[in-house]
C-alpha cells in the first residue's frame, strides 16, 4: 500500500533505504476516525504527532456565537503540529471530514527520527515551511480577495495539492465535502457559497460535483483567482 507520507517526504528530501524504513515503521501504528470526530480538541493537552494516510483531515476553531472557521485541510501524507508539544493547550481542534485512517507517532519517538535521521528532520522541518506558507495565502484570501476569486484560488490549491499526492487525475480530483465545508474554510455563508459556486460554473471554469471538482478551464480559473503557485514551493519537489 502507497505511504503517502513517506513519498512526501521523499520528494523533500533524499532519503536513505533506512531513513525510509523507519519512517514505514513509525506509521505502521495507524487509527481509523470516523466523518466529523476529533482527533484532538481545543483546550486539550497536545499529545503525538498525527500523521493523515487517508481521508481529509482540517484544522478548525469554534466562536462563541457557535460558527466554525476551517483554517487548513490536511490530505494524505500531511503531518499535523510537529512542535505543538512545547505549549500548555492545543489552541485550535483536528477533525476527520472524511473517514480518515491516521498513523499515531508518540513525542519521544518523533524526536527520535529527527535527531537520528537528518534527513527526515529536514524533510519534516521543510514540509512545515510549506504549511506555513500555504496558511499566509488563505490569511490574503480571507483578507483581499474577492468571494469568487477565494473560491478559485482554493480550487486552484488543492488541485495541485491532490494531483502532488496523485489524487487528482486530467483536470478532475476528489472532493468528498460538503459546500457547508467550503464555507466554513472560505468564511462565507452555505448561500453565498452557493451562488458562487453558480458563477464559476456558469463561466466555464469548474464545477462541483458530488464528491469530486472538475477544473473545466483551468487558464480561466487561474486568471479568476489571479493564483500563483509559488507558495506551495513545488520545485522543491524532486518529481516535480
Known amino acids: ?26 506509521t505502521a501504528r495507524t487509527r481509523k476516525y470516523a466523518q466529523r470526530q476529533d482527533l484532538i480538541r481545543e483546550g486539550d493537552e ?3 504527532v498525527f500523521v493523515v494516510l487517508e481521508g481529509w483531515v482540517c484544522r478548525y476553531k469554534i466562536l462563541p456565537s457557535g460558527t466554525r472557521q476551517i483554517m487548513a485541510f490536511l490530505m494524505p501524507g500531511d503531518a ?20 480518515a485512517k491516521v498513523a499515531i507517532i508518540s513525542r519521544t519517538e518523533m524526536l527520535t527520527l529527527m535527531n537520528d535521521h537528518p534527513a527526515i528532520a529536514r524533510a519534516m522541518y521543510t514540509a512545515q515551511l510549506i504549511d506555513e506558507g500555504v496558511m499566509r495565502a488563505w490569511i ?15 480550487m486552484c490549491e ?5 494531483r502532488n499526492i496523485g489524487l487528482a487525475g486530467d483536470g478532475e ?17 452555505a448561500v453565498h457559497i ?10 466555464g471554469a469548474m464545477a462541483l ?13 487561474v486568471h479568476i483567482a489571479g493564483f500563483d503557485e509559488n507558495y506551495l514551493h513545488r520545485r522543491l519537489r524532486h518529481t516535480a
Open 194 to 203: 452557493n451562488r458562487v459556486l453558480q458563477e464559476l460554473r456558469l463561466t
Open 209 to 221: 460535483h458530488r464528491g469530486s471538482v472538475d477544473i473545466i478551464d483551468p487558464i480561466k480559473l
Open 158 to 162: 488543492l488541485y495541485l495539492r491532490a
Open 173 to 189: 480530483f476528489a472532493f468528498p465535502m460538503s459546500q457547508l465545508v467550503l464555507a466554513d474554510a472560505l468564511g462565507m455563508t
Open 80 to 99: 499535523c503540529d510537529l512542535h505543538v508539544n512545547l505549549l500548555p493547550e492545543m489552541d485550535h481542534g483536528i477533525q476527520a471530514l472524511t473517514i
Open 140 to 154: 490574503v484570501s480571507m483578507g483581499r480577495r474577492s468571494s469568487i476569486e477565494r473560491v478559485a484560488h482554493l
Open 46 to 48: 497536545p499529545g503525538p
Open 1 to 26: 500500500m502507497i505511504n503517502r507520507f513517506v513519498n512526501k517526504l521523499s520528494e523533500l528530501s533524499d532519503l536513505s533505504p533506512r531513513d525510509v524504513a523507519v519512517l514505514e515503521a513509525a
